[in-house]
Every structure is written in C-alpha cells, then in structure tokens.
C-alpha cells in the first residue's frame, strides 16, 4: 500500500532560544573537560583488521563508544572501550531503545572522527579515529535538550534534539576535527512537550538528503511528520521546514536508497516506505510494504539492500528497492533481543544489529541477493538499551 502524503503547514519560524544558554554551556564545558579521555580498557589490534566498529553504550552512569577490530571474515575483538566524558540518557516509555532514534553515533570517514551524543549531560563528543584507537577532542553542548541524533555533510554537522519540543543545533566542524557552533542555525520543531509517552513522542532521526541541499527531520507519533528544512549556503536552515503530514505511521528512521529515494521506518505501520524528495521540501510517496512485524523502526543500507529492524519481533527483515523505488521484501533473519540500531561496512559486505535487549551486537556477512549469515556476535559491557553504532 501506499503512504499518503500531504504538504501541510509549515511551523513558526524558530526563536534560537538556546542561543545564549548554548554558548555559556559550551563555554563551561569546554573548560571543564580534559582534552583527551585516556581509554578505560584498551587491547592490540589483532593481526589482520579490515576495520573498526564503535558502539555507544549511552550507559546512564558514564556515557562510552566501545571500539572493535573488525577482521577480513567480519567477526569482532574488543579493541578499547573510551569514556565520553558524558552521561546516557534514557527517554520514559523506552524498554531496549532508551533513545529511541537512529544516528546517535556518526563515523565520519573524511576527518576520521567518531561523534557521539550525551543525552543525559546534554552534549556532543568528538573523538579522533585512528584505526580502532579513539582520542578524545572536544565536548560541547548541543544546543537543547536530550540529543539524539547526529548528522553530517563535509564540514557541517547538525544535531537533533528530543525534549522541550526538539530542536536541531548546526556546527561547522574545523580541519582540526573541532565543533564550533553555527551562529544563527538553531530551530525549534514546536512538537507538543507534553506529549507522553516521551519514546515514540519524540523526533527520530535528523539526516542530510543526497545532496546536502536539504535536511530531514521525523517526529515520530509527535504529529506523524516528515520536516525538511533547506540549507542554505552559508550552512544555515530555512527560517521553518515543510512539514510533510504522514497519516498515523510514526515516521521514525531515515535513509536513501541507491537510486536516491528518501526510505523512511514506519513504527506506526512496521513497514518500509519510499518517497521522492522534491527540491521545495515536498516528499511524494512511491510505495510502502510491511515487515509484517513488530516495532520496525529502524533501517540501514548495506549495497543493494535495505534492513530494517523489528525491535518487538527480534529480527531484521530485508528489502530490494527497484531503480523507480518499488520495495520487495525478501524475509527476515532472527538477532538476539531487542533489535535496534544497525549499521553497514563500507564496502556492504557485513552488517552490525544493534540489539538493546542483553546489549549485544549480532554479525552478519551480507551474501548473493542480500542473504544473511551469522558470523557471530559480542556482548558490550553496560549497554543494554543502548543505541549507536558505526562502521569504519
């Protein structure tokens, strides 16, 4: 079936409210945080790494990305476990996704960065990436409250933020790998703060379009939206978004498929669905399948294929996205509990489940068609209910 689409009413323009506050937050924060974090575990990188995975563990009582040696078969090693210098967060309502988004934890591959949210200290952490080795750099704040989610194109990253109606805070990201806030690029979503329960009445997940010409926000059950702000040149958003109403589906996560199609994770509905992006922040909807499981809310690419995870059902089902965005859905591969957020290497050879119920990651190497084998999985220390993982 598909989702309807309507071009709805475009909000207020936002009040940067948190100006002030943001950058006396920064400021303080700044101060007084070391500039590096020195590894609470580290270990050798095994002979013969391929690359790195890094998963959040968004632990309530110390914010860590652990990282892992990935090998040429895709299997795991605990490489160093690294403190943030924040505190996880966990959103009222949430059981195995305590954020309840997807991007909390960015690799960004030009600079060689990882970025991880502080949901419950309200701030952001920048690490240096060498191999699996990280280095602390910066923490600053995130420009409102509750961050969940990371998005970044070149030297500009914006933040999503959950609580207080949400907000999105931009950055220009320096050569150094260091944050500095984007004068004049906060907005205020005006979602309804007393919305309850908070896991699916808050936004999504924040992402850049292919081109870096706009940028995407879901709201989940907060008014069943899909927001898309312009970016302008100078790196800031348009005054509001288009507000793109999506019935009763719980937009949750966002991605692209490899034609470019927006492909976003309906909760409300457990299915996938496809849309044109139109250059005037307007999304059309091309078509939409259910997983035929229960809480799909997640979705990563990893080639050709689309994987979304059903938290409820503790499985990832699989789809193919035709070159005109038509989705057929291939089945699903059993994970351990609570399946969440996932992530792919570069190359789309394997793919890390996420999964918040006993804090496991599950590893798969991605076959023929898109098929599925276990290769086998870790447990990562205080990560139940975590959230955010990348893939270098």
Not at 176 to 187: D, N, T, V
Not at 310 to 325: E, F, L, R
């Amino acid at each position: 079936m598909t989702v309807p689409s309507h071009l709805g009413r475009a909000r207020p323009a936002a009040r940067p409210l948190f100006a002030a506050a943001v950058a006396a937050t920064a400021a303080a924060v700044a101060l007084a945080a070391p500039a590096a974090a020195s590894a609470a575990t580290a270990h050798r990188q095994p002979a013969g790494q391929a690359g790195a995975v890094f998963v959040q563990t968004d632990n309530t009582a110390g914010n860590q990305v652990v990282s892992y040696a990935r090998s040429a078969s895709g299997t795991l090693a605990l490489a160093g476990t690294y403190n943030t210098g924040g505190v996880g967060g966990q959103l009222t309502g949430s059981v195995v996704d305590h954020l309840a988004s997807q991007g909390s934890l960015q690799y960004d591959a030009q600079r060689h960065l990882v970025i991880a949210v502080n949901a419950g200290s309200n701030s952001v952490t920048v690490f240096g990436a060498r191999g699996t080795r990280l280095h602390r750099r910066q923490i600053i704040g995130s420009g409102g409250q509750f961050p969940v989610s990371v998005a970044i194109r070149g030297n500009l990253v914006y933040v999503l933020n959950a609580l207080r109606g949400g907000a999105v805070q931009g950055y220009r990201l320096s050569p150094a790998g260091h944050l500095a806030f984007l004068r004049g690029s906060h907005r205020r979503l005006g979602l309804n703060q007393a919305a309850t329960p908070q896991f699916t009445n808050t936004p999504g997940q924040v992402a850049f379009s292919p081109s870096g010409s706009q940028l995407i926000v879901t709201t989940k059950a907060n008014g069943n939206d899909i927001d898309v702000f312009g970016v302008r040149a100078s790196g800031r958003l348009s005054a509001s978004p288009v507000v793109n109403a999506e019935g009763s589906t719980v937009p949750f996560a966002i991605t692209f498929d490899q034609a470019g199609h927006l492909v976003i994770a309906d909760a409300g509905t457990n299915a996938l669905a496809t849309f044109t992006l139109g250059a005037n922040g307007t999304v059309a909807p091309i078509d939409s399948v259910g997983t035929g499981q229960a809480a799909t809310c997640w979705v990563a690419p990893a080639g050709g294929t689309l994987y979304a995870s059903n938290a409820g059902s503790g499985n990832i089902s699989g789809y193919t996205s035709s070159a005109s965005g038509q989705l057929t859905l291939l089945g699903q591969t059993s994970t351990d509990p609570g399946t969440v957020d996932a992530t792919a290497t570069p190359d789309g050879q394997f793919l890390y489940v996420q999964t918040g119920g006993n804090g496991i990651v599950d590893e798969f190497s991605v076959g023929t068609g898109g098929s599925l084998t276990s290769v086998g999985s870790v447990t990562v220390a205080g990560a139940a209910g975590g959230e955010g993982i990348a893939a270098s």
